[in-house]
């Protein structure tokens, strides 16, 4: 899937910068070097495109010399995710390659560890708290399993599917964000534990890259965990590629379903089931390319309304600041 066709809320804009201050930096400045407006922090309904962000949270992981944002009870040193990364190349399988993640960065006190365990029945990677005393920040786990999760699908080259992601705290941010975050996997709040939980059968899949795709994986990982896609047969995917690949001229539900060859309503109610709708759907895809090609110099509102499937200004306009809280003038002057 295109990075264009990407976005994040703004909560998770925020969660990065959280630590900045009490590291004695300007976050005003980390977010206009990155291109991103100040005022968008302030909505609460704003979302930011994935390069921007992805340019965000590297610019503040580099600027604070800590790939853990502040969050973890110590720095955890720029250059220790492309180690783990080398040291997990060698692995033939995805069991021994997560095994070796939680190895490499148990060795370090930072807080939290990742664990492995595996039954019978599931395996889970969980987030084990190694000061008792101290609750990790929600974001600190998030950023754990997130990369975890991205990390081993890109290792097997596809989209791991995850039984469920257990959280041990409240939403922070809206749960269809949090859907997005795991790539719709199901997600449960105030559990016992911060893991992890998937099929022991994944264990056995064969880890299908290279030192040299290693090479080009660390060049932007951030952005490219945020952005990889593999053959998705999800509903919901393949929806949103027919109307990426029309947006100027939108398709209707009707218009999807026959280039699917379904029914409509066989279509409508496989979206219900993996939690969106088409109308979900086709906003979402309209609101990800707006914001990509408003990061872009030398297009006009009225080209990026076009290109974005709006056959009026006005319309874009106003369906823009549904999306974000601002106009699309407003958050282009931002950047």
Known sequence: MPSRDISVSVYFARAVLKNVVAQGL????????????????????????????????????????DEALGYASRRMPVGCWSMMC???????????AMARYCRFYQLFEFGVNPKLRVTE?????????????????????????FNAHR??????????????????????????????MFLGNPVAFEQTHSQLVLSPALLDKRVNQTEQSLRHFLRHPVLIMLTQTYDQNSWTARVRELVHQNLVNMPE????????EVHPQTLRRRLS???????????QVRRDTSLH????????????AHRAGFSESSAFIRAFKGWTGVTPYTYRKGL
């Open 26 to 65: 300007d976050p005003i400045s980390l977010l206009r070097k990155t291109r991103i407006s100040p005022r968008l922090l302030l909505e609460e309904d704003a979302r930011i495109s994935a390069e921007r962000f992805a340019d965000l949270q590297v610019e503040t992981m580099l600027t604070m010399g």
């Open 121 to 145: 029945n599931e395996a889970t990677l969980r987030v084990t708290n190694v000061d008792k005393t101290v609750a990790p920040d929600p974001y600190m786990i998030e950023l754990l399993l």
């Open 151 to 180: 990390y081993f699908s890109w290792l097997v080259q596809e989209h791991l599917p995850v039984q469920q992601v257990e959280l041990a705290y409240a939403p922070a941010a809206q749960l269809k964000d949090y859907r997005a």
């Open 253 to 260: 539900l009707n218009d999807v379903a026959g280039m699917l």
């Open 293 to 304: 090609f408003l990061g872009k110099q030398g297009l006009s509102i009225e080209e990026i």
């Open 86 to 96: 080398h040291a997990v190349m060698g692995c033939e399988t995805l069991g021994q």
């Open 273 to 283: 089931a993996e939690g969106t709708t088409f109308k979900e759907v086709k906003s």
